[in-house]
């Protein structure tokens, strides 16, 4: 019997071990996008695979989003299983018309003759010292449209279980990686090509007196915040949301009606955030349980700051903890 295969990798590195994982299983499956091939993509996740499996099943593409998301579409409608590569999420929308108009709709509109098992991922967020374009988190545009999943993981091993599960789907998944925590973080995985469940919120640590929603690159500053709120006697129970579209309801009711607080904490700006759908759905669930209002941490209604600002827009261990006491004191 053969030992595991377990390494131990960052984030971008766990895409890259289940791309390979499910090409080596799949011969369907195909990667393309703007210097996915020859350089590996603009992150180096993609590096290796055209050595690998060739340039027919790994494709450079034209600087031309709109191109990448109908190519993927075509692709997945005959058969394939495309994962197509967006260089940034700011790049993501000269291609809306051909992922909201087309993918998400393609089952519904052919009554399920045909179905799109795609995947298009894109590096998001802020935190690399890049340009704006460079730095967006955009996800509530996506979760807002359906026959579309959104999935964010947090983790080099959600980002490994999470990809097979989005190849493997059925239907389009906007996969987004959040680029500040690519390497920031080394994770021993399994490479057993186990999936994890989408559409599941992963609760990361348990606790009673307040519920922390969160998802992405906010996971780390999260859970450094209830490292600290312990000194204070506050055990903070951690829900990494990891899909946020659809959304996993039930785990985040049944958590905050066990502590009867809850703080949502994301990186995107606040307005239409995802984090005001979280609300209003503790609010429609959960509202007798709650002993305090939901408060949210996240990003300013503005863009992205450049570099030397960008600290400035990014939630913070002290604004969760703040937050915290905020609705403790209530």
Not at 180 to 185: F, L
Not at 219 to 232: C, F, G, N, P, Y
Request: charged share 20%.
């Amino acid at each position: 019997m053969s030992a595991p295969d377990v390494r131990d990798v960052t984030l971008v590195e766990a895409v890259n071990l289940a791309l390979t994982w499910e090409m080596e299983h799949d011969e369907n499956v195909v990667v393309l996008g703007e210097d996915v091939a020859t350089n590996g993509g603009v992150f180096r996740a993609t590096v290796g695979l055209k050595d690998k499996f060739g340039f027919k099943r790994v494709m450079d593409t034209p600087l031309a989003e709109n191109l990448i998301a109908g190519t993927a579409i075509g692709m997945a409608t005959q058969g394939l299983k495309p994962v197509a590569e967006f260089q940034f999420m700011g790049f993501i929308y000269a291609a809306m018309e051909q992922i909201v108009s087309h993918a998400a709709r393609m089952r519904n509109r052919t009554r399920g003759r045909l179905h799109c098992p795609l995947v298009y991922r894109a590096p998001f967020g802020g935190g690399i010292h890049a340009p704006e374009h460079h730095s967006e988190s955009t996800e509530a545009l996506f979760a807002h449209i359906p026959g579309l999943r959104v999935v964010i993981p947090s983790s080099p091993s959600r980002a490994y279980g999470l990809l097979l599960a989005a190849i493997r789907n059925p239907d389009p998944v906007i996969f987004l990686e959040p680029k500040r925590i690519y390497r920031a973080v080394t994770q021993s995985v399994s490479n057993n090509g186990e999936a994890l469940p989408l559409d599941t919120c992963f609760t990361l640590r348990e606790g009673n007196d307040v519920t922390l929603i969160t998802w992405g690159a906010c996971v780390t500053e999260t859970l450094q915040a209830a490292d600290k709120l312990v000194e204070q006697g506050i055990t903070a129970e951690v829900i990494d949301v990891a899909t946020i579209s659809p959304l996993d309801r039930e785990t985040l009711l049944c958590s905050v009606a066990k502590t009867g607080r809850a703080v949502i904490v994301h990186e995107a700006c606040r307005n239409g955030g995802v984090g005001a759908e979280v609300a209003a759905s503790i609010a429609e669930g959960a509202f007798l349980d709650l002993q305090a209002p939901v408060v949210r941490v996240t990003g300013y209604d503005t863009i992205m700051p450049y570099y030397r600002n960008e600290q400035a827009y990014l939630p913070e261990v002290g604004d969760i903890v703040q937050a915290v006491e905020q609705v403790i004191a209530l």
